[in-house]
């Protein structure tokens, strides 16, 4: 099973944060694809990041897809609709956040993710490579440790597949160790430069 954990990756989160959810909060919904989401902490990471930064009703349009191929263990959705981790993934996670997000549970050395949290996240089975999207018209795409496992043909057909996927100035956000392929530079705008977050064009 993959190991991920909380608040990974936070130049992303913070650029998320400050770049793209004041753009996307101007939509009348907000639908946000984690390709890749292994056993969740990505995706509710994410979620936690547009709760802290939209009101009450704002949050309410919120939406995220995560889609994960899980060919061995078949857990992943589970753990996801469980939303019950243990204290190794979530203690990376700031402390004033992770204590109106969390919740004691009778299982030793978990922490239950927040049902409001939660309820905005939707998981499926995907394989990227069938290049066939779940849906259109998403705000964001995060997709991190999944592209460097492809080709190079395949790292490219997934990244357009992507572009179509987006609305009209929609956000991608791919792993620091995954530059842009020459091909597919020219449908996207870097945002800002320390961070692999690019704008559709």
Known sequence: MAFTFFFRDLPALHAIRDHVIPELR??????????GCAMGPEPYSLAIIFKEALGYYEFKRLKIYATDLDEESHEFGNIIAKGLYPEETVKRIPRDIF???FSANNKPG?????????Q???????????LKPIRDDFGLIVCKNVLLH??????????????????????FVTEQTQKMPVTTARLFKQVISNVQLFRKV
Request: hydrophobic share 40%.
């Open 26 to 35: 101007k939509n009348r919904y907000i639908n946000a694809w984690d390709a």
């Open 99 to 101: 204590e109106k997000h």
């Open 110 to 118: 978990h922490f239950k993710i927040a049902d409001e949290i939660m």
């Open 120 to 130: 905005c996240i939707s998981f499926q089975k995907h394989d990227l490579r069938t």
């Open 150 to 171: 492809l080709q190079e043909s395949e790292r490219i057909d997934v990244i357009k597949m992507f572009h179509k996927s987006l609305a009209p100035g929609g956000f």
